[in-house]
Nanobody, 122 residues
């Protein structure tokens, strides 16, 4: 089982920025795809972005396109989610996930972090 630890959440005003980090305990075929998901109160968990460690494949959902960027640091086994121009509707618990296929569905990811809270005030 891969251990994932997120950090970087917090409270920020609308228009501000945060960078989330996710450190993976190991790199195996189980971490081929690294994804970020989020869950707002009373809503289902939704996909935000995904990448492979090589960065050759990345994908962001339309709602964050142009504002969020997913990236990796191989040397640190870390995946980042840079979030700019934050909006109140971005408020959620953000989860890092690892899976063996490059996907956008939470069912395609096997390992999950504990989540980090992001709150954007208006």
């Amino acid at each position: 089982q891969v251990q994932l630890v997120e950090s970087g959440g917090g409270l920020v005003q609308a228009g501000g920025s945060l960078r989330l980090a996710c450190v993976a305990s190991t790199r195996t075929f189980r971490t081929y795809s690294m994804g970020w998901f989020r869950q707002a109160p009373g809503k289902e968990r939704e996909f935000v972005a995904a990448t492979t460690w090589s960065g050759r494949r990345t994908y962001n959902v339309d709602s964050v396109q142009g504002r969020f960027t997913i990236s990796t640091d191989d040397a640190k086994n870390t995946v980042y989610l840079q979030m700019n121009s934050l909006k109140p509707e971005d408020t959620a618990v953000y989860y890092c996930a690892a899976g063996i296929v490059f996907g956008k569905s939470d069912g395609e990811y096997d390992s999950w972090g504990q989540g980090t809270q992001v709150t954007v005030s208006s």
